[in-house]
């Protein structure tokens, strides 16, 4: 396949005017909800979904516009970790090692720019991973049947459960919910319709956008009421233009964090978190001598967040190419794919090129606004975070009404909506994460079709899972990924600790 | 006392679980479209939540810290409010029930009087002119206001 014809091709689609403009602001929408604690990338998208239906949007254009957000969100992060202390996700953990700690030294300009350059540097380089591996990968997994799929799904649900939550029993609690939450509406296969209690509005299934705002916008805001005190102050920023230079020394730092970003995040279900901690405590026993990691070494800011661009990007391409995604962000980028009539998967490339090539030239675009604005406009995007919570947090609200209602102007989906904002404040407070929820609600679905459709194609013969030998291959890798963080207890835990609030699967 | 929570949420997962399992079993066809049918999910999911229940139940963590009593008495003005919104929105219209609903909110988040009569008009009419009028988006004008001006 001639790549480089694709990719001008993709270039022509990303600079056309309209989706320019929509990564420029996809790019700085996802700088202010990463940096704003508590809103994040998945709320953000999941508000916008809606409103990309409705305005009949492109599928390319729509993805353009959710992608720039979920990337830009990372920048966003960085900035209020290293000026607060206050990581959004926990795969911003290991920047406020050094990040804040630099702050607190008076270089704040210094740790921002070199986060600036340093997610440039991860979110470029993999996007060339994207390039290369993407094809790849669809040529290998365009021979997958429906048993292949569902082992791959299966494996996917088994590396997010068996990485992303600190017990497992409480990441079963929350598959199953989504599972059954996936189960309402009529039955593809024999149309019986499950769980809809007589309402028809529910015929055509629970809307993964309603639950989506309701479990993370709407519950954000209950947790944010529990106190009533302001957050801590901010300091000044400094001149960030001038800082460039000193981040030189960082640049095998960034190299280094970016492929071990990409590679991790490639994986289901080990995403932004694992990524960042690793290229961080990688990069300590490589290259801290003088045991400067954690005292505002640049280093140390550099590395996990060239790994957490780097694995943002790396992510979207088990979505694009396998219809497999690994995290609570690309499961609701799933959801709005499906809902664009687009279906990821290896023959993407081919039906829907502007999709693809489109996302992938106009990432690049992205990065590069990023960088543009994030270095001399950094103390700008900085003043946002001095607004008061009450200006903040009705906007919130009122926002995820508005999407809500978008879907399809029912009250219904408002009343649904809260519910799930009461039960999304309850399972986080429980430590129960909320990304298996959505992943099952999404994948679900298709899961069980891909199962009905296999055993139904071997008359009931559950061998047709395991006769082609990717199908076992997938089936080990599902095992294996379920017990290793059982057998390897320190690695899942430790790098999570930071989940509590149900804020880190959104990496 | 200690770890209540997390014994009430798996009891409660544990009966969710039964209750809709119970439901799963009328999910029958007369003829035999697949091998597997509509209820195998379903029952399978039920069964993983049932279990995830159970040992959270068995084995419970610590208490998470819950808000104090003002804190929880916030969280339920503003759950009310957003019912109150629901309800309100076809008859009173989206720039009216959200300007009430953005000043209602912003008192909840410790605004001033002032502060929250300049979040409800800013937040709606932000929101109105930005996708009621700009995007186009069919946002409801309200019975009681259409009533008015005819």
Redesign the interface.
């Known amino acids: 396949m001639d790549a480089v014809g694709s990719l001008l091709d993709g270039f022509r689609v990303a600079l056309l005017p309209l989706n320019l403009g929509l990564a420029f602001g996809g790019v700085v929408v996802g700088t202010v909800v990463g940096m704003l604690p508590g809103i994040g990338p998945i709320n953000a998208i999941a508000v916008l979904i809606p ?1 990309t239906f ?2 009949r949007m492109s599928p390319e254009s729509a993805l353009i516009l959710l992608a720039g957000i979920y990337y830009g969100s990372q920048y966003g992060n960085s900035i209020s970790t290293i000026l607060l202390n206050v990581p959004g996700t926990a795969s911003s953990v290991p920047t406020a090692f050094d990040g804040y700690a630099m702050t607190r030294a008076g270089r704040a300009s210094v740790a921002l720019a070199t986060a600036a350059i340093a997610s440039f540097v991860g979110g470029t380089l993999s996007i060339f991973g994207l390039i290369l591996l993407a094809p790849l990968l669809a040529r290998w997994a365009i021979r997958f049947g429906p048993a292949e799929y569902f082992a791959l799904m299966v494996f996917a649900f088994a590396a997010l459960s068996g990485l992303a939550g600190k ?1 497992p ?9 989504g ?2 939450l996936g ?1 309402v509406g009529l ?1 593809p ?2 149309s ?1 319709a ?2 809809t209690f007589g309402q028809i509005k529910l015929l055509d299934g629970m809307d993964f956008v309603v639950v989506t705002i309701g479990l993370f916008a ?1 519950s954000e ?2 947790h ?5 005190s302001a957050g801590p102050p901010v300091t000044g920023v400094g001149r960030v233009m001038h800082s460039v230079r000193e981040t030189v020394v960082a640049r095998w730092s960034m190299i280094r964090g970016s492929a071990i970003g990409f590679l991790i995040g490639v994986l289901p279900g080990a995403g932004g978190t694992i990524a960042s901690f690793l290229a961080y405590t990688s990069e300590q026993r490589l290259v801290d001598r003088q045991g400067r990691f954690g005292k505002g070494d640049i280093r140390g800011v550099a590395a996990p967040e060239a790994a957490n661009n780097a694995a943002a990007t790396g992510a979207m391409i088990p979505l694009l190419t396998l219809g497999i995604p690994g995290s609570g962000t690309t499961a609701v980028l799933l959801g709005a794919l499906l809902g664009l009539n687009v279906k990821p998967g290896p023959l993407l490339m081919d039906r829907n090129p502007e999709v693809f090539w489109g996302l992938a030239a106009s990432m690049y675009i992205g990065n590069l606004l990023l960088l543009i604005l994030n270095l001399p406009l950094v103390g700008v995007f900085a003043a946002i975070l001095r607004l ?4 903040l ?3 919130v ?3 995820s ?2 999407a809500v ?2 879907v399809n ?1 029912s ?1 219904l989906d ?2 649904l ?2 519910g799930f ?2 039960l999304g ?2 399972m986080r ?4 994460p909320l990304a298996p929820l959505i992943l ?1 609600l999404v994948l ?1 679905p298709l899961a ?1 079709t891909n ?3 296999s ?2 194609l071997s ?2 013969d559950w061998g047709v899972l395991f006769s082609s030998p990717v199908a076992i291959a997938l089936w080990i890798l599902a095992a294996g990924s379920a017990i290793l963080p059982a057998v390897l207890g320190w690695s899942g835990r430790r790098v999570v600790a930071g989940d509590g609030e149900g804020q880190g699967l959104t990496s | 006392m200690t770890a209540r ?2 014994r009430i ?1 798996g009891v409660a ?1 544990l009966l969710i ?1 039964l209750a ?1 399992a119970v ?2 079993r009328t ?3 007369e003829f035999l ?6 209820s ?3 029952l ?10 159970l ?2 139940a068995l ?1 419970p ?1 610590a208490e ?1 810290g ?2 104090d009593a ?2 929880r008495a ?2 339920v003005v ?2 009310l409010s ?2 109150a ?3 309100l ?2 008859p009173l219209g989206f720039v009216l029930a ?1 300007a009430l ?3 209602v ?7 001033k009087i002032l ?2 009569v ?3 008009t ?3 009419a932000a ?1 109105y002119g930005l ?1 009621g009028w700009a ?6 004008v309200g019975s009681l206001i259409a009533g008015l001006v005819s």
């Open positions: 409103i409705a305005v017990a029993r409480k990441a079963a609690v929350s598959t199953g919910l599972l059954l189960t039955d296969f024999s019986v499950r769980y709407v805001v209950f944010m009421l529990e106190s009533a008061p919570r009450w200006s947090f009705p906007g609200a009122a926002l009404f508005v209602y978008a102007s009250v408002l009343i909506m809260t904002g009461l404040y309850a407070k429980l430590g129960i099952g679900g069980e199962l009905r459709r055993l139904a008359g009931g | 929570s997390d949420a997962a679980a809709l439901e799963a999910f029958t066809v479209t697949d091998p597997l049918g509509p195998a999910l379903p399978f999911a039920a069964a993983l939540l049932a279990g995830g229940g040992l959270m084995k963590e998470p819950w808000p003002a804190g916030r969280a503003a759950g957003f019912l919104y629901a309800w929105l076809s959200t609903e953005g000043a909110l912003a008192r909840v988040f410790g605004g502060h929250c300049t979040a409800g800013v937040i709606s929101l996708f995007l186009g988006l069919p946002l409801p």
